[in-house]
């Protein structure tokens, strides 16, 4: 992806709490001589050095993944439309704003591990249950026995993080101001979400 100066922050607590808060993206493997990756849409788990998920064994990124192991996960979120008027301020014509969107992107890339020990997979099972529904009822994942079969984990180890904020760091204050003064007011689904990302990039 495109990422210019003003829209880069490479500080990993930075894109570690936008992928957590997120949960859910996009595991692309390129495998060998596909006209196409394979994508797959997926919840996941970010340990310090790892991108844990599972998937069934039937999943066509395994074939993939065989090929070519590496993979890049893709989260984007916190989005929100920003019309062209609403970045006119004082005299200036709102007609000739230019819109555009916000948003956050990280790309995670790095080599998949594919687990298929029942044992394994478990441990999987437990770590993303334990994250993502802590407080849930649940056996212990190795108490399924053979329906282990059907499941794969994956570790995506972490060899480059690529992270971008497109938060209007590139206008000044007065017309960040603005936009946020307008997205407080429509306050619509990714609006205020993305308002805390507008604010960020506002300090200094």
Known sequence: MLIHDHDRDDDPDRWRAFVTDQGFGHLVAAGHGR???????TQFVVTEDHVVLHLMKANPIFAALAENPRAVLSVAGDWAFIPGAWKAIG????????PTTYYGAVQISGECTVETDPEDVAATLALQLEALD?????????????KLGLIRGIRLSIDEVRAKYKYGANVDPAHRDAVAEHLTTRAGPGDLAALV???????P
């Open 134 to 146: 802590p407080n849930g009822v649940y056996v212990d994942p190795r108490e399924h026995g053979p």
């Open 35 to 41: 006209p196409l990756p394979v994508v797959v849409p």
């Open 197 to 203: 990302h507008l604010e960020h990039r506002t300090r």
């Open 91 to 98: 005299d200036e014509d709102r007609a000739l704003g230019i």
